[in-house]
């Protein structure tokens, strides 16, 4: 079962009657939390469950797994409800934690320098983006417009839907208990902080973005729409999945990993149109979420509950495990297949991506989206 | 009279009694808007006022001049109330739309070079902040701590606070009426959406913000605070100041400010620990504020009630406009003298920055903040 009694993911449905609750996946069913804590569910959202804190995530995730053991709550088949964006987002960064994809985007891009920038190893690079941005699994992904360089007409830029239309598997961290301002959270605090974990599609016009990026990083070549399952998936249903990364140098003390790792073994499969295109392990990530958070907060900068933190494009070593077309086509240079015959260097309209990933018996809830004109 | 009739502030104040109440600043006092309009303002925020959009923006303006004229309405005192951040922000966006501060940026770290970016005269220049950082004017800014080069230690990089701490002195703009997912706001919409405008200052810690920014632009270096001032004024009190930009080459056509200008002749006053240190004019802003939320939504982003957009920091041609220390001391290569016979590279602990602006009659409320250790 691959959402059962170790999983229990949180999410928010509107039902047949058009009523909004708060829910827990389980198998093919949603299991209504309403009844089970009406003062934390009582809105239909997650976010008073997410602020509530460590001890009640505990309390909550073991009166679930209680109430579905014994055959109790109302439970809704899954395909007669629709999920929705489950919490009321805060603030938005997206990190660039992944060494190979930071690399392979400086040779790219760079060429002949070194593909990674002088403090990336000192720290995590990131960028705030565009909070409204985020849109549950299924919602479509308009092909936006933008300023692009051409090399027709006479000012060399023109305004014209994206050519370079990109998706960008990556893992979202939700922020659940909220810090205090001046108190940077520590790495062996991250995990009282963070709720979960959702699989997130940035997508990215690679062409805008390459216009626009200097001198102040991505900004309209990401912001029109970012994908986010609306399953939640609790640390605690991935406490199975912790692995560590070797980092040299060691990272500065109020970023080493001094407890225990928060590397998560999590293997990502990213489709378009059921076609794998590529297989990510999480597990070659350089930062943790416990470094993202500690580095995130160290300038004094609380977190908010719903604020969101991605970890930037998941990529591995090999050729096959490259998390954008970016990297999988060379920026454009070498097409991939499909099983349908054809070729993409970028998506065309109609495409749909998938992400998603598992853990031994933890699936998490996928993220899809289909390109629209 | 700094505020009077023709210009008349929205804010929100904390009384006496600790309750939370929408009001205008009017002269030396405030009026309490709650028994104005109860439906709009019981909440003690400007929400949904900014919701309502401009139909209802002209109605209340207008009322309220009314109740000021016979002399009806509460009056409380300005010193006996405390002004808080008025509405709840929604996404923040810091452009770069000077020409005269971002050719100064460019020639400092970038010198030899084109000072201004390929894409800069072609579309504004700008990036997505965190918009739990706005602050309103008064809050104090603790000194950050973050990674930056040294000569010292074995790594290279050292976590501390920061040696240059700097101001920006800036124009926010206050989305009101929300634009709708897809439909691009056109510049001769942007003052629909548009309630009003507030002075800002972008606190920036340039050590850490140099180290971090390649390749995804500011991010720990700004986050940690941005000052705001908590008296939107509204443009309908700014139509007197409306002025042309002279942009060469012309923009593309849905950048065209084809009706009217969005210019603003606002004359910016920066004062550090009460020696006035530049006096940028806003009407040498290369983009006008109808430029930059028709851009920031050309892609089919939509804004929301409460999202803030900001100019960047406002220099003038001439040394003495310019609107950070970064280019007032040319990275701290050149000093400021202050009154005091103190000098300045960058901001110390206990200095204390305000900026103010007017036209003609009308003054904006001013943004200060004081540097804590």
């Known amino acids: 079962m691959s959402f059962g009694l170790d999983n229990l993911p949180y999410g928010s449905v509107i039902d047949q009657q058009g009523r909004r609750r708060a829910a827990v996946r389980y198998d093919t069913s949603v299991l209504d939390l309403t009844d089970l804590a009406p003062e934390l569910f009582e809105t239909g959202t997650l976010d008073r469950l997410l602020a509530a804190g460590p001890d009640v995530w505990s309390q909550v995730r073991a009166r679930v797994t209680e109430v579905l053991q014994q055959g109790e709550g109302e439970l809704i088949p899954l395909d007669a409800v629709r999920p929705v964006l489950p919490f009321t987002p805060g603030d938005y960064v997206d990190f660039y934690a992944s060494e190979h994809h930071a690399t392979n985007a400086g040779r790219i891009f760079r060429p002949g320098a070194d593909p990674l920038p002088p403090s990336w190893r000192h720290q995590p690079i ?108 609790p640390l605690a249903a991935l406490e199975g ?48 979420y416990a470094q993202l958070l500690a580095h995130l907060t160290s300038n004094g900068a609380a977190v908010r509950t719903g604020d969101v933190f991605a970890s930037g494009t998941v990529s591995g070593p090999r050729a096959d495990q490259r998390g954008c077309l970016l990297e999988l086509t060379w920026n454009g240079t070498e097409p991939l297949t499909l099983d349908d015959g054809s070729s993409r260097t970028w998506l065309q309209d109609g495409d749909e991506v998938t992400i998603t990933a598992s853990h031994e018996s933890i699936t998490l809830g996928e993220v899809t989206g289909r390109i629209m004109p």
Chains 1, 2 share one sequence.
């Open 241 to 288: 999945a912790r692995t560590a990364s070797s980092q040299h140098p060691l990272p500065l003390p109020h970023l080493h990993e001094a407890v225990f790792p928060h590397g998560l073994a999590l293997d990502l499969e990213v489709s378009v149109n059921g076609t794998v295109v590529s297989r990510p392990g999480f597990a070659a990530m350089y930062w943790s």
């Open 126 to 233: 990131g960028y705030y983006g565009r909070s409204a941005a985020l849109q549950a699994s299924g919602t479509p992904v308009h092909r936006p417009s933008g300023h692009v360089r051409t090399d027709s007409g006479d000012s060399g830029v023109a305004f014209r839907p994206t050519e370079r239309l990109d998706f960008e598997a990556e893992l979202a961290f939700v922020v659940g208990a909220p810090s205090e301002a001046g108190r940077p959270v520590s790495v062996a605090a991250a995990s009282r902080h963070v709720f979960g974990v959702a699989l997130l599609n940035d997508w990215s016009a690679r062409d805008i973005q390459a216009f626009e990026t200097v001198p102040l990083g991505p900004f309209l070549g990401k912001s029109f729409a970012t994908s986010i399952s609306p399953w939640i998936t």
